[in-house]
C-alpha cells in the first residue's frame, strides 16, 4: 500500500509490477464499469461473502426457524439480482447471535405478517419488542342492515317480475 507500482497493460492482460517483480497479473476486463478482482487480493470480510450462495442462505435460515428461512426467502427474490441481498441476510445472522432463534423467528413472522420485507423492520420489531407481542387479528368487517323507506330489498324485485 501507498507504494509506487507499475502497470503493463496489453489488449488481453493488465500486470502490476512493484520495484521490477511482477506482483500479479489480471485478465483484461473490457466494458463501461467492468472490475474484476481476485479473491486473494479482497479483504477477509468481502471473501467471507463469497462462500455464501442464496441456497446456504434460505438453509440457514430454515435452520433457524420457518419464518426466518422464508424471509431470507423472499429479500432473495425481490432482488433484481439475489447477491443485492446478502447484506440484509447477514444483518439476520447478526441479529440471531444477538437476540437468539426464538425472538428472531417472532421478529420475522410479524415481519412477514406486515409486509415488512427487510432487515431494517425486523430490526426495529426486535428493538422495540413487537416481537413478544401477539399480532392483532383482524375481524371481519361487520355487516349493518340499513332500514331506510328508499330501500327496497330484493323481494322488491322478484314481485316485479312476477307481476311483468
Known amino acids: 500500500m501507498r507504494e509506487h507500482v507499475d502497470v503493463r497493460a ?15 497479473s489480471h485478465v483484461r ?9 481476485k479473491p486473494e487480493h479482497m479483504p477477509a470480510s468481502h471473501r467471507a461473502h463469497l462462500e455464501w450462495t442464496p441456497s446456504k442462505l434460505i438453509a440457514w435460515g430454515q435452520s433457524v426457524g420457518p419464518p426466518v428461512g422464508e424471509l431470507v426467502e423472499r429479500i432473495l427474490n425481490t432482488r433484481p439480482h439475489p447477491e443485492h441481498g446478502y447484506r440484509a441476510c447477514m444483518g439476520l445472522k447478526r441479529l440471531f447471535k444477538r437476540y437468539g432463534p426464538d425472538r428472531l423467528s ?6 412477514l405478517a406486515t409486509g415488512g420485507i427487510s432487515y431494517t ?19 371481519p368487517p ?3 342492515a340499513i332500514d331506510h323507506a328508499n330501500l327496497r330489498g330484493s323481494a322488491y324485485y322478484q314481485q316485479q317480475l312476477l307481476e311483468a
Open 10 to 24: 496489453t489488449a488481453t492482460t493488465v500486470e502490476i509490477f512493484h520495484r521490477g517483480r511482477r506482483i500479479t
Open 29 to 37: 476486463e473490457y466494458g463501461r464499469r467492468r472490475f474484476l478482482t
Open 106 to 111: 417472532a421478529a420475522c413472522q410479524r415481519a
Open 121 to 139: 423492520s425486523v430490526d426495529a420489531i426486535l428493538k422495540h419488542g413487537l416481537d413478544r407481542s401477539l399480532l392483532p387479528v383482524e375481524a
Open 142 to 144: 361487520k355487516i349493518i
